[in-house]
């Protein structure tokens, strides 16, 4: 199986590639793929740039380039949903763009025209992860919760706009600048695409909400790269057990 883990930001996409052996790079614009090693496991790792533009191209070159046969999206999030705390980490069930309003013709809240309202995440790799979840929920140092994700070209920190945003969609959990750019890529390709988001703020507060991600960018790229590597080693063992039952 070829995994691909696609982040907007250096800063996310560090705590991997520290602990991989990087071959090959592929430098295109804005998007860097790097053929790297991580625990034995071949593995695409993507630095595509920040935005909904800048995430569509990246997954676009990775999927066109090379076919992966799963993209994780790991990276920061603001918190929505006043019970998360920074460093959470929040696996989106489905997207919906958080920017898009063509309601006047009809469509849903953040539905682009002639697409879906919303966008579902795998159910197969979703059961992995909530199996993850149920079985490291006391080793692992922060909270795992899964829910709704939006995905819109700003940085949540005016309080009015974001109780707006609630009051269209009450249930979400995050909001991320790449992710539904991503899973849109993805379900065009026909690849799954899943997202493991850690808090690095609390989206609405200001100039708080600003300074909190830039102290803890670092703390959420590290927690989504943990939950991240223990989904890649389930998928590496699952792998392994098919294998010697074919035997």
């Not at 520290?18 to 860097?32: H, N, Q």
């Not at 993507?46 to 380039?65: P, S």
Request: glycine content about 10%.
């Amino acid at each position: 199986m070829k995994i691909a883990v696609i982040c907007a930001m250096e800063e996310e996409i560090a705590p991997l590639r520290e602990r991989s052996s990087i071959g090959a790079r592929e430098v295109t614009g804005k998007t860097i793929i790097e053929h790297a090693i991580w625990e034995g496991e071949e593995l695409l790792l993507v630095e595509c740039g920040i935005g909904k533009a800048n995430a569509a191209v990246g997954a676009a070159l990775l999927a066109d380039r090379h076919r992966p046969d799963l993209i994780i999206n790991s990276g920061s999030a603001g918190a929505f949903d006043p019970s998360l705390a920074v460093g959470d980490v929040v696996v989106p069930t489905t997207y919906v763009y958080g920017d898009v309003d063509a309601t006047c013709f009809g469509y849903a809240w953040g539905q682009m025209p002639q697409m879906p309202a919303a966008y579902d995440i795998d159910e197969a790799w979703l059961g992995r992860l909530r199996g993850i979840a149920r079985e490291q929920a006391h080793a692992l140092p922060y909270r795992i919760d899964f829910g709704l994700a939006l995905t819109l070209d700003s940085f949540m920190s005016d309080g009015d706009r974001v109780q707006g945003i609630l009051a269209q969609q009450p249930e979400t959990k995050v909001s991320d600048m790449e992710g539904l750019a991503i899973v849109e890529v993805g379900q065009r390709y026909g690849i799954p695409v899943v997202a493991v988001k850690a808090v690095s703020d609390i989206a609405g507060h200001g100039a708080e909400s600003a300074d909190s991600f830039d102290e803890n960018v670092d703390l959420a790229g590290r927690h989504a790269v943990q939950f991240t590597e223990l989904l890649i080693r389930a998928a590496r063992g699952e792998r392994a057990e098919n294998r010697a039952a074919e035997v």
